[in-house]
């Protein structure tokens, strides 16, 4: 009866999830390409703004279950939820969305519950009333449920947005990350150092990011921001970590020039892009897989930086690719690989790494390489994927 019953569950599973085993052949290998924290260390340290990102960096997701004790005047029964996309139909519609859109959609499933909410509590009058109420009391329940831990969730996101100045602190994140204006960053950074509500590892944040995008500038101020925080009253554990983080990820380690693009491509790239500025300022940066991707798509990815491991050179345009990150991945590298699977035909993408980053990681460790270096996989990023057999992967390992 056990084995017939496990049989049963396995084909269940197997039927609900049948993309991850269909084990037809393609015409090309897939692809695995092997990458280094190391090599972009400053995606890592932004704040997002997509659901899941936020609820992961703010909150923490820990195998979809989201510990929410800690709020104040939190009910008994929502102390701890799960956010699951499987089972959960406002959250795998939102999962990717922004904050501002998320709002609204808030507001739309309140809206939504309310209109239904009457209509299945009023005038149980007759057997048949009660019968329809019966009925439709499941789905209620489960409107009810959704209803009261999305609200929740956005609640508390927007309180600690509101109680530690992420919106100005993200600005400047973003600013640090994508522009190249040491006089303005400067200014700023020092600016929101003596800001008394910006919190500890949010000002180790933007020192580390300053540090990393101005590692060898003449005008360097970065002692005079350390200094800073140590007036702030930052442990000497994270003091640490900014030294730390730029011998981790620095120009000297870096396989790529993550900040100062050199090559002609990539130049004019960012001349367009600033011209055509964009839309919303918390979300300028663009991840370095994205531009990897994009490249090893295209074929042009350069093998002095990309060695190819295969039975012979890299001809065709890979079907399948599989990424997996040494160091652990990033919400917004999940975002960046959502996109692309939706917008470049033909190609399918899988993101794993050893873990997958937010702040509160951080703060238990002390180097970034310990930050970077957990074994702990991440049911949420790390994807098993079946279709790629490592006896015929083709591989492209990062020098």
Same mark, same amino acid.
């Given at each position: ?132 109420? /019966?009925?439709?009391?499941? $789905? +209620?329940? @489960?409107?009810?449920?959704? =209803?009261?831990?999305?609200? %929740?969730?956005?609640?508390? &996101? ?106 002609? /491509?990539?130049?004019?790239? $960012? +001349?367009? @892009?600033?011209?055509?500025? =964009?839309?919303?300022?918390? %979300?300028?940066?663009?991840? &370095? ?111």
């Amino acid at each position: 009866i056990y084995l017939q019953s496990a049989f049963i569950s396995h084909c269940q599973i197997i039927t609900k999830e049948y993309e991850l085993f269909d084990f037809r052949k393609t015409e090309v290998p897939p692809l695995l390409l092997i990458l280094d924290r190391s090599d972009d260390a400053i995606t890592p340290l932004l704040n997002q703004w997509t659901y899941q990102a936020m609820v992961h960096e703010l909150l923490g997701l820990n195998n979809n279950r989201i510990d929410l004790s800690r709020v104040p005047g939190i009910s008994k029964d929502l102390k701890e939820v799960v956010l699951s996309a499987e089972n959960d139909e406002f959250y795998a519609n939102n999962l990717y969305l922004n904050f501002g859109e998320i709002g609204t959609n808030i507001k739309n499933l309140m809206e939504d519950f309310q209109k239904k909410k009457p209509k299945e509590q009023q005038k149980l009058e007759s057997i048949s009333d009660m019968k329809a109420f /019966v009925d439709n009391y499941p $789905q +209620f329940k @489960k409107m009810s449920g959704t =209803v009261s831990k999305h609200v %929740t969730v956005v609640g508390e &996101l927007s309180r600690l947005v509101s109680e530690r100045q992420l919106m100005e602190v993200s600005e400047l994140e973003q600013e640090l990350a994508c522009q190249n204006d040491h006089s303005s960053a400067s200014q700023n950074v020092r600016r929101l150092l003596q800001n008394p509500r910006v919190s500890e590892m949010d000002a180790v944040r933007l020192v580390m990011l300053y540090a990393l995008r101005y590692e060898r500038h003449s005008s360097s101020i970065l002692p005079g921001l350390m200094e800073e925080l140590n007036r702030k009253g930052v442990s000497e554990k994270h003091c640490r970590m900014v030294t730390s983080m730029v011998e981790y990820g620095g120009k000297r380690v870096r396989g790529s020039d993550l900040v100062n693009p050199q090559d002609a /491509v990539a130049i004019t790239k $960012q +001349f367009f @892009k600033g011209l055509k500025g =964009v839309e919303n300022v918390y %979300t300028q940066h663009a991840p &370095l897989l994205q531009e990897t991707l994009d490249q090893l798509i295209k074929g042009r990815l350069k093998d002095s930086h990309f060695p190819y491991l295969g039975p012979s050179s890299l001809r065709d345009r890979p079907q399948d690719i599989i990424v997996f990150v040494i160091g652990g991945a990033t919400y917004e590298e999940a975002l960046a690989i959502y996109n692309l699977n939706r917008t470049v035909p033909g190609v399918r993408i899988v993101l794993g790494g050893t873990t997958i980053h937010n702040t509160k990681r951080s703060e238990s460790s002390t180097t970034p390489r310990d930050l970077f270096a957990s074994v702990k996989l991440h049911p949420d990023i790390a994807i098993r994927h079946p279709l790629f057999d490592t006896r015929s992967t083709h591989m492209i390992k990062m020098a």
